[in-house]
């Protein structure tokens, strides 16, 4: 495994340790398009990518909530720099991961979504 997928396993571990933030995924507040993950800016440069909320969607006839991930602008760290550079700038989807709607946080289905979703970067 590269840096590159070490810091972004890295983003969802932070994540999963929060509760807070981890509710976010599963009861999104913001609007399709907009950054669920990370808020702060400080945050948004110290992980250098984001989790944006693109709305639901339906798969195998269920609903999931579906989030993209991806880099942030400003001085991010040089592993996320690098792809974002080569891969079309701050718009590039790094990754694309689905939730189920209607359930409550579990870590453990994030972690395997998140890493479902990483796997097809």
Known sequence: MGNFSKRVLAVVEVIISRPADLKKFYMPTVSRGKTVWPKSSADLLRYGVRWDY???V???GKEYH???LQPNAGKIPSTIKDWRDKNGGTHAV???MHLPTNKEPEADEFEAAAREALEDM
């Open 94 to 96: 790094i990754a694309v």
């Open 58 to 60: 339906m798969h195998d």
């Open 66 to 68: 579906r989030y993209q």
């Open 54 to 56: 693109d709305g639901i």
